[in-house]
């Protein structure tokens, strides 16, 4: 199931990405895109130096949610969740504005700040990583994704980019050797 | 083992390329080391990727691996740049020294290319003509130029029509054409390609500067419009500032120089060596040669009685110092750098700012250089004003949002969701002033894994940038307003990073060995048989980006190695 995650803290950082990027009726948000499915494949490859902070800080951050609201963060209502992360939320450069004080509040703001990086890689980035699964967080913006190019008449200003297919790297790549060449009008030219 | 050249080149950027390319055609036996990997076109072909290019900074030396520090002044310690170290481990790519590779700063880049105007080489005798001696700071470092734009005009051209600019000329032998640069300075042709399709924003950037009384034209690009040469025609794709180009329509040395290079025959190169010692011999001290690593670690060496260290200004003054090569000191000082007043609007319309590469665009001169008015801030100085309408991808803009903007929850995701489509920016370039206080050395504590020291970066934010940053911070809320922006703000003023990949000045050149390192063609005045060249060799910044200027410099200095 998880390359990394325990269950528990899967959850945990679920709850954490899906109030930093909420869904709405019709309107998806970091849990429809997969942002744990994408931080679990980037604890696992890219960035394994990361996981001690996750491990450790998904447990801090169920503690303190215990001793506060009597449940785990996951547990938690929306309006509660929103509280507590607020008090982890810290300026880039400044202190924790509230939480629990001391080393446990230093955990839990770096872990907020490192969720929130791969929260928005995770539902803005390619889906090949693991997120933004059916491309939700492009079609949430109006972007749309591995373009090999655009013509005079995208580029004009006011253009609907809605109107252009949402379109994936491995997309583009299948479509590019189905052209037979480097890809749709001229490829790079030379070798090597 | 040791090898041993006809020439040995390091680092194959912007100005290696080139010299490497010269000597080779010209029946040399080169030997090309250069720290990065050897980037191939399968590579990008799908490099429509901003997790790998962007948020893991995959092209550019990771501090992880490549360590710089700074400190703002001489009482504070130095640290690993700290506005390029995110939370995640890895480091912001935008404010770090340039891609690595055959390539180097060329790989990455936006593709701005720009001749300098006459003034830039006289920046010290025009300020203190226009605005007196006491006009510098005390500490102030800054000379004119040894070498005039008369001078460097062949090789500006030369440059443009070899390697390929695509852009629209403003003064054709004194003749001038609409749609240029009306201040440009008189060229012997126009450009070999016309200029790029520009963004969508900025028609509205243009007709709001015309209103101010501007005269907007489209910036020339060192990305083709059509087919040329090595090149292909530009597809607009937006992916393009800090990423490979997909199908080389991205001007880069890897695809014009080194290709051509290795087309010679006469060029050996060797991707991943890392050089750490340029060595010397005999009585005079000549260059012999360079050690590098190999990346297990393997010292190799190899020799040649020339040495051409074409490494980013960085990079060079911290070989130099490690070789021990700094007789006057002079190794380091006069450090440069841009500062940049990012100022971001949200449009009324749709922008699609992940279109079109970052210079599909227009810039303001007006306000360049010594065309800056009389003014009663103190501005001595100008800059060019960009529009900034393409070339933007989701990642990046989620990283720039309003200052009091939540950053997250509800209130983010709408205001994401229903403005990045109409995002549009605009910047300046201030050239900092080279000072006495500002100056790299090597950092006494930090080393890298192979046991080398860290180039260490003294630089804060003088009053003359602060002046100019907010003097041109009102300009571009004037352009933004009159743009119809329904909100814009600008980056922290002084801004928190020290690095614009436009880092120049730390091996100056110049006609007095007493007070510079090498000479205009880029000879060390110290070591016979050795040249460093590239950005660390200008006296002073120009409000423009460097790169065409540090090719014209590398055209010259090759012209000099093969007369002899």
Avoid at chain 1, 137 to 160: E, H, N, S, T, V
Avoid at chain 2, 381 to 401: C, F, K, R, Y
Avoid at chain 2, 547 to 557: E, F, N, P, R
Wanted: with cysteine.
């Amino acid at each position: 199931m998880w390359k990394f995650f325990r269950p528990e803290e899967a959850a945990a950082v679920e709850a954490m990405s899906a109030r930093i990027i909420p869904s709405d009726p019709g309107s998806p948000g970091a849990r429809e895109a997969g942002a744990v499915r994408y931080i679990d494949e980037a604890l696992a490859e890219a960035s394994p130096d990361l996981g001690r902070l996750y491990r450790d800080g998904a447990a801090h951050l169920d503690e303190l949610s215990h001793s506060r609201c009597g449940r785990v963060f996951a547990d938690l209502g929306p309006a509660e969740q929103d509280v507590l992360l607020a008090s982890l939320d810290q300026a880039p450069d400044g202190e924790v504005r509230d939480a629990a004080g001391g080393e446990q509040a230093g955990i839990l703001g770096r872990l907020f700040a490192v969720v929130w990086e791969h929260t928005i890689q995770g539902v803005f980035g390619d889906p090949m990583y693991g997120g933004n699964q059916d491309c939700v967080g492009w079609k949430l913006i109006g972007f749309p994704g591995a373009q090999w190019g655009y013509d005079a008449g995208q580029m004009r200003p006011g253009f609907d980019a809605a109107t252009i297919p949402v379109q994936t790297l491995g997309q583009l790549r299948q479509r590019s050797s189905a052209a037979g060449d480097g890809g749709p009008g001229a490829g790079p030219r030379g070798g090597a | 083992m040791t090898e041993r050249a006809d020439a040995i080149v390091v680092g194959l950027g912007a100005s290696g390329g080139i010299i490497a390319h010269q000597l080779a055609a010209a029946g040399l036996r080169v030997l090309a080391l250069d720290k990065g990997p050897m980037h191939s076109d399968d590579e990008f072909r799908f490099k429509h990727d901003e997790i790998r290019y962007y948020s893991r900074g995959s092209l550019v030396p990771q501090l992880s691996t490549d360590p710089v520090t700074w400190r703002p002044d001489e009482g504070t310690p130095s640290r690993l740049l700290p506005w390029a170290t995110g939370v995640l481990g890895n480091s912001e790519p935008l404010h770090l020294p340039p891609s690595v590779g055959p390539g180097g700063g060329t790989l990455h880049w936006g593709g701005a290319s720009w001749r300098h105007r006459d003034s830039d080489f006289r920046m010290r005798s025009l300020i203190v003509e226009r605005f007196g001696a006491d006009a510098l700071p005390g500490d102030s470092t800054m000379v004119d130029w040894p070498l005039r734009y008369r001078d460097l005009e062949p090789y500006y051209d030369r440059a443009e029509w070899e390697l390929g600019v695509s852009g629209q000329a403003g003064n054709v032998g004194g003749e001038m054409h609409p749609g240029g640069n009306p201040f440009e300075e008189s060229r012997r042709r126009g450009y070999p390609m016309p200029p790029l399709r520009r963004a969508a924003a900025d028609d509205r950037f243009r007709a709001a500067c015309e209103r101010l009384g501007f005269h907007p034209f489209q910036q020339p690009a060192a990305i083709a419009s059509t087919d040329y040469k090595s090149l292909s025609a530009c597809q607009y794709c937006g992916f393009c500032h800090g990423y490979l180009c997909h199908v080389n329509a991205k001007q880069s040395s890897r695809i014009t120089s080194v290709r051509a290079a290795l087309d010679t025959g006469n060029l050996r190169l060797v991707p991943s060596a890392r050089v750490f010692k340029v060595s010397r011999g005999g009585a005079s001290g000549r260059v012999t040669g360079v050690s590098y690593f190999r990346p297990d670690g393997t010292v190799e060496e190899a020799h040649a009685d020339l040495v051409i260290l074409a490494c980013y200004a960085l990079e060079n003054a911290r070989l130099l110092l490690t070789s021990g090569i700094n007789r006057n000191g002079e190794v380091g000082r006069h450090f440069m750098t841009h500062s940049f007043g990012w100022c971001t609007a949200v449009l009324p319309e749709y922008s699609n700012p992940f279109m079109a590469p970052l210079v599909a665009a227009s810039v303001v001169d007006d306000l360049n250089a010594e065309l800056v008015p009389d003014n009663d801030e103190g501005v001595l100085w100008g800059s060019v004003i960009t529009s900034i309408p393409g070339d933007l991808q989701p990642i990046e803009a989620a990283h720039n949002l309003p200052p009091g903007q939540p950053r997250w929850g509800r209130e983010f995701k709408a205001w994401f969701a229903r403005n990045y489509r109409r995002l549009f920016g605009i910047h300046n370039q201030i050239p900092s002033f080279p000072s006495r206080r500002y100056y790299c050395d090597l950092d006494p504590d930090v080393r890298d894994k192979f046991g080398q020291p860290a180039l260490r970066i003294t630089h804060g934010w003088a009053g003359h940038d602060v002046t100019a940053l907010r003097y041109f911070q009102n300009i571009k809320r004037r352009i933004c307003e009159e743009m119809g922006a329904v909100e814009f703000w600008t980056e922290r003023l002084p801004p928190p990073y020290h690095l614009s990949t436009h880092e120049v000045g730390t091996h100056r050149m110049g006609e007095d060995p007493g007070t510079s390192v090498v000479d205009l063609y880029g000879q060390s005045h110290e070591c016979e048989g050795l040249y460093v060249v590239g950005g660390g060799q200008f006296p002073t910044l120009s409000g423009y980006n460097p790169t065409q200027t540090i090719q014209a410099l590398a055209y010259l200095s090759a012209d000099h190695i093969l007369k002899g």
